[in-house]
């Protein structure tokens, strides 16, 4: 290698220390409100996670009851307590941008190719040290298998791609690492199908929508009706959010009841679609209203019985005011069909989601209820990107003058 080439390697490679260490400080904020994480190993990709468990503490932000009153978690979204998730579905991602850097400047500076067949089995003592590594980066338990396959031809020069396969409970998934040739760097390259992202292939098929039906950027919310995060993110979007962009957006909500920690969330997700099958509008309304009455479905005294007989009771009279055929609308709430509702849920999770609300603006996701710049942010740039301006941003409040010996009024909060 040339001293320029060199040069431009040393650079590549810190500039990917500095963005690693960003990455991992991101994620240590990230997760500051869930369980500690063993300090030093690399993160694992959560969002995609299907074929089994590994550790990986989620997120606890809701609020819980207990015999002296709720606790509130902090953070700004409703997540299940896991303890564990399960290997990513697309591939792991190990030792992720320095390796990237360096390995691209590689396959840049050398050519890629496919290379000369490797020697054979890896010899016990280098079978072990990779067995450690990919234990130590990923935390592990001692109940999981990592069997280290037979290298095999690559495709980027210097390196020969290495199967590891990591078990647990009876269920595998073969993960291809790549091995230098010289065997003394291990290194994880993740691909990525733009033309099959399902973030981009949100099923919104029925569902009823807010604001203009033909508009270039769509906010596409998974909402659990029992959920305060996701009643904080309603009173966002509606109605200063969609007041401020208009005809600009359509909004969609998608079936997403957290059960574990949310008792009557399916249910209401089953009545509020029972509504949408007859009128858009009556199920918007039934919607609002359980965002703003969230407390007064549970209860001082949580009685499940005595919730689900009061949303069914919300669900008919929001269809008397409606309109709506009331035998089809009885038949639907005593029936209790969640089949719609876990096509959402595998949706959701096929998507990746642990929490509530997320949402994804035109594909751009949102994890939590986040404060409402960043929300028109994210709207801007979709708009931006389909050729649309953006709406200039709301002039401040005036703050109202105060009179001698009065007192200032309070702020109102969301």
Same mark, same amino acid.
């Given at each position: 290698?040339?001293?320029?080439?060199?040069?431009?390697?040393?650079?590549?490679?810190?500039?990917?220390?500095?963005?690693?260490?960003?990455?991992?400080?991101?994620?240590?904020?990230?997760?500051?409100?869930?369980?500690?994480?063993?300090?030093?190993?690399?993160?694992?990709?959560?969002?995609?996670?299907?074929?089994?468990?590994?550790?990986?503490?989620?997120?606890?932000?809701?609020?819980?009851?207990?015999?002296?009153?709720?606790?509130?978690? %902090?953070?700004?979204?409703?997540?299940?307590?896991?303890?564990?998730?399960? *290997?990513? !579905?697309?591939?792991?991602?190990?030792?992720?941008?320095?390796?990237?850097?360096? *390995?691209?400047?590689?396959?840049?500076?050398?050519?890629?190719?496919?290379?000369?067949?490797?020697?054979?089995?890896?010899?016990?003592?280098?079978?072990?040290?990779?067995?450690?590594?990919?234990?130590?980066?990923?935390? *592990?338990?001692?109940?999981?298998?990592?069997?280290?396959?037979?290298?095999?031809?690559?495709?980027?020069?210097?390196?020969?791609? *290495?199967? %590891?396969?990591?078990?647990?409970?009876?269920?595998?998934?073969?993960?291809?690492?790549?091995?230098?040739?010289?065997?003394?760097?291990?290194?994880?390259?993740?691909?990525?199908?733009?033309?099959?992202?399902?973030?981009?292939?949100?099923? %919104?098929?029925?569902?009823?929508?807010?604001?203009?039906?033909?508009?270039?950027?769509?906010?596409?919310?998974?909402?659990?009706?029992?959920?305060?995060?996701?009643?904080?993110?309603?009173?966002?979007?509606?109605?200063?959010?969609?007041?401020?962009?208009?005809?600009?957006?359509? #909004?969609?909500?998608?079936?997403?009841?957290?059960?574990?920690?949310?008792?009557?969330?399916?249910?209401?997700?089953?009545?509020?679609?029972?509504?949408?099958?007859?009128?858009?509008?009556?199920?918007?309304?039934?919607?609002?209203?359980?965002?703003?009455?969230?407390?007064?479905?549970?209860?001082?005294?949580?009685?499940?019985?005595?919730?689900?007989?009061?949303?069914?009771?919300?669900?008919?009279?929001?269809?008397?005011?409606?309109?709506?055929?009331?035998?089809?609308?009885?038949?639907? %709430?005593?029936?209790?069909?969640?089949?719609?509702?876990?096509?959402?849920?595998?949706?959701?999770?096929?998507?990746?989601?642990?929490?509530?609300?997320?949402?994804?603006?035109?594909? !751009?996701?949102?994890?939590?209820?986040?404060?409402?710049?960043?929300?028109?942010?994210? #709207?801007?740039?979709?708009?931006?990107?389909?050729?649309?301006?953006?709406?200039?941003?709301?002039?401040?409040?005036?703050?109202?003058?105060?009179?001698?010996?009065?007192?200032?009024?309070?702020?109102?909060?969301?």
């Amino acid at each position: 290698m040339t001293a320029s080439a060199a040069a431009i390697d040393w650079q590549l490679c810190a500039e990917a220390s500095r963005l690693e260490a960003l990455s991992k400080l991101q994620y240590t904020r990230t997760m500051a409100c869930g369980q500690n994480r063993a300090s030093g190993a690399n993160s694992l990709d959560a969002r995609a996670m299907t074929d089994f468990r590994l550790p990986f503490w989620v997120r606890c932000v809701h609020p819980i009851q207990s015999s002296g009153g709720v606790i509130w978690g %902090i953070g700004t979204e409703c997540a299940p307590p896991r303890s564990r998730v399960s *290997l990513p !579905e697309r591939t792991l991602n190990l030792l992720r941008f320095n390796f990237l850097a360096c *390995l691209l400047l590689v396959c840049l500076a050398a050519g890629c190719k496919a290379q000369s067949n490797p020697a054979g089995p890896l010899d016990a003592n280098l079978t072990r040290r990779v067995q450690v590594m990919v234990r130590s980066q990923y935390s *592990l338990p001692p109940d999981y298998t990592v069997a280290v396959g037979t290298p095999q031809p690559g495709d980027i020069a210097g390196y020969n791609k *290495l199967p %590891i396969t990591i078990s647990h409970n009876g269920k595998s998934q073969v993960v291809n690492f790549l091995l230098s040739t010289d065997n003394t760097k291990l290194a994880r390259l993740e691909a990525f199908n733009l033309a099959a992202d399902p973030a981009f292939n949100i099923d %919104i098929g029925g569902r009823p929508a807010r604001g203009n039906p033909d508009a270039k950027v769509t906010i596409i919310n998974f909402d659990d009706l029992e959920c305060p995060f996701c009643a904080r993110m309603h009173a966002e979007l509606f109605p200063s959010t969609l007041g401020r962009y208009q005809n600009l957006v359509r #909004i969609v909500y998608k079936d997403f009841p957290l059960t574990q920690i949310h008792p009557w969330a399916m249910h209401a997700a089953v009545d509020a679609d029972c509504l949408s099958a007859q009128n858009g509008t009556v199920y918007w309304n039934y919607v609002d209203y359980l965002h703003a009455h969230n407390d007064e479905i549970t209860g001082q005294n949580p009685n499940l019985k005595r919730s689900f007989d009061q949303l069914d009771t919300l669900a008919r009279n929001e269809g008397t005011v409606g309109k709506l055929d009331a035998k089809q609308l009885d038949a639907c %709430i005593a029936k209790q069909d969640e089949t719609n509702v876990r096509k959402s849920l595998a949706e959701a999770d096929a998507l990746g989601i642990q929490g509530a609300p997320a949402l994804f603006v035109n594909g !751009e996701r949102i994890d939590g209820a986040v404060p409402e710049p960043q929300v028109w942010a994210v #709207i801007d740039r979709a708009l931006q990107a389909a050729g649309e301006t953006p709406p200039p941003l709301p002039a401040p409040t005036a703050p109202v003058p105060v009179a001698p010996g009065q007192k200032a009024p309070a702020a109102s909060g969301k």
